[in-house]
């Protein structure tokens, strides 16, 4: 199970940082990923982190303004959002995904989902 929080409405150039906490069994065996869906759009990846957290992937949109990573004692893994623009206005989603290789990012085919936080960055 996937938890995720810290959504909220904020103006643009403010930050937010969203949190998922998993309940797994040995969530350092899992690769985790940020993925969003803007309203009637598809849902696209953002950010993706290894299993052993070394690796980290972005989408090109993020542009350096976001940053994940994983707390393995705390089977948590965060997303800092900086700068946020009304672009980034989306529901966003962790996903988990057993790793098959422990430095490798998924950008897809993620088989765990949370609920989703919403985000809106509006003025």
């Known amino acids: 199970q996937l938890q995720a929080s810290g959504g909220g409405l904020v103006q643009p150039g403010m930050s937010l940082k969203l949190t998922c906490a998993a309940s797994?069994?040995?969530?350092?065996?899992?690769?985790m990923g940020w993925f969003r869906q803007a309203p009637g759009k598809g849902r696209e990846f953002v950010a993706g982190?290894?299993?052993?957290?070394?690796?980290?992937y972005y989408a090109d949109f993020v542009s350096g303004r976001f940053t994940i990573s994983r707390d393995n004692a705390k089977s948590t893994v965060y997303l800092q959002m900086n700068s946020l623009r009304p672009g980034d206005t989306a529901v966003y989603y962790c996903?988990?995904?057993?790793?098959?290789?422990?430095?490798?990012?998924?950008?897809?085919?993620?088989?765990?989902w949370g609920q989703g936080t919403e985000v809106t960055v509006s003025s």
């Open positions: 996903a988990a995904e057993p790793a098959r290789s422990y430095h490798r990012v998924y950008t897809g085919g993620y088989d765990y």
């Open positions: 982190v290894s299993a052993s957290g070394e690796s980290i």
């Open positions: 797994v069994r040995r969530f350092s065996g899992y690769a």
